[in-house]
């Protein structure tokens, strides 16, 4: 992913995106709040980091309300047998038996969901900064609505459950550096998978990739990123595929208040905005 990475969406900036933040909405203090502008690292550097550490600071002050979490879990799974969908066990068992596919994919989990974010994300800050505050804005609503799903249903995840029906991956094969292992689970809320922010922060990182790449190969490898990481919260039994349904939906709301407070979806904006202190008439033909 470079400067050159830059698909067919460029051609429609010009005419369309500057239009949804500027003119007569780029007047007064809410104009200018709304219309893209270039990033400034050590804000989005401290920004960033103090959203983390409050998300974390939240999602972990969440009551666990482990009794509650099992029974919810014991729910899903129940409803997911009912419907005929419930092909986590299956999955769960079946990659196990694999021992270095399944190391692997517990190191994916503890790592990959975090590397793969702020790569994105440094990349947007880089090559597309016209676009990075309302993609940034799309990540941060949809982990905010993750918050409120972790307190509204607290969920025992599949590797949790009472019942012994499936493989705990991450004890079983002692994996190094997992939340969900050792001295370290105690340090995240262990009753909080639904909505799960693996598949929608992958998914944001996807369709990010996606949209902006000019590079197919690079494109399809990040539609293929959210899919993988399916596959890998499923077989460490880690969350409920239902799990996943959560994380699209909350991804869909970080993407509509995006949406809302920008006028356009981030992939249509301007990629490249003009600094402080440029007149008006140029920040609007910028691209």
Request: aromatic content about 12%.
């Amino acid at each position: 992913m470079s400067d050159s990475t830059v698909t067919q969406w460029e051609g429609r900036d010009e005419a369309a995106g500057p239009r949804a933040v500027t003119g007569r909405d780029g007047r007064g203090v809410l104009g200018r709040l709304r219309r893209p502008r270039r990033p400034r690292l050590w804000f989005e550097i401290l920004l960033i980091a103090v959203s983390y550490w409050t998300y974390s600071l939240i999602r972990n002050a969440v009551p666990e309300q482990k009794d509650e979490a099992l029974r919810n879990a014991d729910w899903i799974w129940s409803a997911e047998r009912l419907l005929g969908i419930d092909v986590e066990r299956s999955v769960n068992h079946a990659l196990n038996s694999v021992t270095w596919l399944i190391i692997g994919m517990n190191y994916y989990y503890a790592t990959l969901h975090f590397v793969m974010t702020i790569g994105v994300l440094v990349w947007l800050y880089r090559w597309h900064p016209g676009r990075y505050a309302a993609a940034r804005l799309a990540l941060f609503a949809t982990t905010g609505g993750a918050l409120v799903g972790y307190y509204l249903f607290p969920l025992a995840p599949p590797r949790l459950m009472r019942g012994g029906y499936f493989v705990d991956t991450v004890l079983v094969h002692h994996t190094w550096g997992s939340m969900a292992s050792g001295d370290l689970k105690h340090m995240s809320n262990q009753y909080a998978a639904m909505p799960s922010m693996h598949i929608g922060w992958s998914l944001w990182c996807g369709l990010t990739i996606f949209a902006l790449a000019s590079v197919p190969w690079v494109r399809v490898l990040g539609l293929l990123y959210p899919l993988a990481t399916l596959v890998v919260i499923v077989s460490t039994a880690n969350h409920f595929w239902l799990d996943a349904v959560g994380g699209v939906v909350c991804l869909s709301f970080g993407f509509a208040v995006a949406r809302l407070w920008y006028g356009a979806v981030p992939y249509a904006l301007p990629r490249v905005v003009a600094g402080r202190g440029v007149p008006e008439a140029a920040r609007a033909t910028a691209s």
